[in-house]
Nanobody, 115 residues
Framework: QVQLVESGGGLVQAGGSLRLSCAASESILSINGMGWYRQAPGKQREFVARISSGGNTNYVDSVKGRFTISRDNAKNTVYLQMNSLQPEDTAVYYC?????????WGQGTQVTVSS
């Protein structure tokens, strides 16, 4: 089982930026894909972004052009750079790692965007 630790959340004003980090307990080269989901109060968890082992990326339409997912294989870490943040981006952000058919999740990090 892959252990994931997220960091980088916080409070930011609208238009600001944050960078989330997700550190894995093992080499991410052995992980098929990693990414981020988020869950706002009273809403279902939604997909945000993912990056494959080959570096291919996908984003939900609402964050395209504002968020960038990347990976540092040497540090076993995936990042989510979030720019032009809006109040609707407020949520708990969860990192995941998909290894074969198993999804492993981090504990989540809170992102709050004030207007």
């Amino acid at each position: 089982q892959v252990q994931l630790v997220e960091s980088g959340g916080g409070l930011v004003q609208a238009g600001g930026s944050l960078r989330l980090s997700c550190a894995a307990s093992e080499s991410i080269l052995s992980i098929n894909g990693m990414g981020w989901y988020r869950q706002a109060p009273g809403k279902q968890r939604e997909f945000v972004a993912r990056i494959s082992s080959g570096g291919n990326t996908n984003y939900v339409d609402s964050v395209k052009g504002r968020f960038t997912i990347s990976r540092d294989n040497a540090k076993n870490t995936v990042y989510l750079q979030m720019n032009s943040l809006q109040p609707e981006d407020t949520a708990v952000y969860y990192c995941y790692a998909r290894k074969q058919l198993t999804y492993n999740w981090g504990q989540g990090t809170q992102v709050t965007v004030s207007s």
